[in-house]
């Protein structure tokens, strides 16, 4: 149980407005803030937040509360896990008059694991070579925490030997349950990164192959302190020179952010593995800093740019996109000695919205009247989703970068023969998070492909196609920019195929006995094999290989 005292002392150092900020976006109107309110659907902001009174109340659908009520309410969690949560969020140690909580010995795992890896790594010269190859110094090592982790038995005896639970290391996300039984290390064989919250706790950590393993990095999983979602690398670290200079660097990797602190560039940070989100937004609109998207110039960071851009245009942020020459990235070209290059690319980067623009009227053969009108329609939905003012700004942009009269982007005209929007139904929806999660994650592809077939799509077979052969069309990235499409992990890929592939031979089993090219043999055979085989060996969660 909680100690009373700790819960009146933890309630002394929260800020309502901090917390809930961290869930969603909110922004200053007079004396109070105000957000759309998070638990009912609404376009005009009723949600008000009082940093005086230290409560929230929305006028649309009559919740209300202080802020420990809004993690509740919000995660779905019950008084001690909201408190639990909060304390977590601001690095503050609750005291018990009974036992300890999960999260605190979760934590206690967290920190005496990482002071482990800490010390693992001055013993293992491959690392440490890595990372001065890599032009990592020792202040940055230190300063970052970096360690490293071998063969899982090595985390297991340490746990042991410091009688530290399983269990509770397993709620940590240091160690894995196997099937049969028993535990093992998540991460093995890697440089580790410790992950910390914005407020400065560690949640968990990243990891990179020094084995060529097939996934280079690796993250925790999820837990209650680990949402990659909602946290960025180095964060912590970087908050007061992003509050100080009005600006925040966000890149690719752990490498990166360590290389840009290392020259002096102390506002970056970087996402976990995934690409930015909307549950970013409120930590990145924290002392509303000027972003910097500074990604590297291939295909994957020019599509990651140009998703990042267009979602944070569309949320109201003022930025620019730097993309990095050649093949390099930020983290090379600081380790050879090109700091004032870095710093002359970042400061000349190319605003948000041109960016956008023209990246969506390159993926067009404008030259091509029907691929023009499809540019055109895509450009101006994008406008028409700004602020009025920021759109007249830019509809001169677009009318140049495309070649067509400014007069087409008035508010009234109507685009003919637009591309068409996903169809959101269930089963599509299902579909097509499957296929834009191979488009992410192409690691998975090798995964499943034995398991599905172009055929199997329906309508969307073409496009399937075009992923597994990595094409590049204006309908993937229409895909890949589409927020309502979700990326899944691969637990829950597997688990949408099964369920995909359960429909699917549900649907064959209904036509096997009307298909008259088959004979009376063939269709009890294949009845039975999927009645008897098929269909519950993908009930219980496992894929099937594709087979007639």
Request: proline fraction near 4%; aromatic fraction near 10%.
């Amino acid at each position: 149980m909680i100690d009373n005292a700790s819960i009146e002392q933890l309630k002394n150092n929260m800020d309502i407005v901090d917390i809930i900020s961290n869930y969603i976006e909110v922004k200053k109107a007079g004396a109070n803030f105000k957000a759309n309110c998070p638990f009912h659907g609404e376009k005009t902001p009723s949600f008000v937040i009082s940093p005086a009174k230290q409560i929230y109340h929305c006028f649309g659908c009559g919740v209300g509360g202080d802020a420990i009520k809004f993690v509740q309410e919000y995660e779905k969690l019950n008084y001690p896990e909201a408190l639990e949560k909060i304390a977590s969020m601001l690095n503050f140690s609750l005291a018990y008059t009974q036992g300890t909580s999960d999260n605190n010995d979760a934590r206690r795992v967290l920190e005496q694991v990482q002071n482990w890896y800490a010390k693992n790594l001055d013993s293992h010269s491959i690392s440490l070579a890595y990372l001065r190859k890599r032009g990592i110094t020792q202040q940055s090592i230190e300063t970052f925490g970096i360690g490293y982790v071998g063969a899982s038995h090595t985390l297991m005896n340490f746990l042991s030997q410091n009688m530290l639970s399983l269990p509770t290391a397993q709620e940590a996300g240091v160690v894995a349950q196997r099937d049969g039984g028993g535990f093992y290390a998540r991460l093995t064989e890697r440089i580790t990164f410790p992950i910390y919250s914005a407020s400065g706790a560690i949640v968990g950590f990243g990891g990179r192959t020094i084995t060529n393993h097939p996934a280079k990095y690796i993250n925790s999983p999820q837990t209650k302190m680990f949402n990659k979602s909602r946290l960025l690398y180095g964060y912590a670290k970087a908050k007061e020179s992003i509050y100080k200079n009005k600006k925040l660097i966000v890149c690719e990797g752990y490498l990166d952010v360590i290389m840009f602190h290392q020259a002096g560039f102390c506002e970056a940070v970087a996402t976990l593995g995934t690409a930015l989100t909307q549950e970013h937004l409120p930590l990145l609109r924290k002392g509303e800093p000027h972003i910097i998207l500074a990604y590297d110039g291939d295909k994957a960071g020019v599509a990651a740019a140009l998703k990042a851009a267009t979602m944070l245009t569309g949320s109201g942020f003022d930025g620019s996109v730097v993309l990095f020459p050649d093949g390099q990235d930020p983290a090379d070209m600081i380790a050879v000695g090109q700091v004032q290059e870095v710093a002359n690319l970042l400061r000349n980067g190319q605003a948000l919205i041109p960016f956008v623009i023209e990246m969506m009227g390159k993926a067009y053969d404008l030259n091509n009247p029907r691929q023009k009108e499809l540019a055109f329609a895509e450009v101006k939905s994008y406008l028409d989703g700004l602020s009025p003012i920021i759109r007249e700004a830019y509809v001169s942009h677009a009318s140049t970068v495309l070649g067509v009269n400014i007069a087409l982007f008035g508010q009234n005209v109507k685009v003919e023969n637009t591309p068409s929007r996903f169809d959101a139904s269930k089963d599509n929806m299902g579909l097509l998070n499957i296929i834009k999660t191979l488009m992410e994650k192409r690691e998975l592809i090798d995964e499943v492909v034995n398991f599905i077939e172009p055929s199997m799509f329906g309508k969307y077979d073409a496009l399937f196609t075009a992923v597994i052969q990595n094409e590049d069309n204006p309908t993937m990235r229409s895909l890949l920019l589409d927020d309502t499409v979700k990326v899944l992990s691969k637990e829950q890929l597997i688990r949408e195929l099964c369920s995909f592939l359960y429909i699917f031979y549900e649907q064959k089993v209904k036509r096997i006995p009307l298909d008259n090219s088959l004979t009376l043999l063939k269709k009890t055979f294949l009845l039975r094999k999927l009645r008897g085989d098929i269909l519950p060996r993908l009930k219980r969660g496992e894929l099937v290989t594709y087979g007639f």
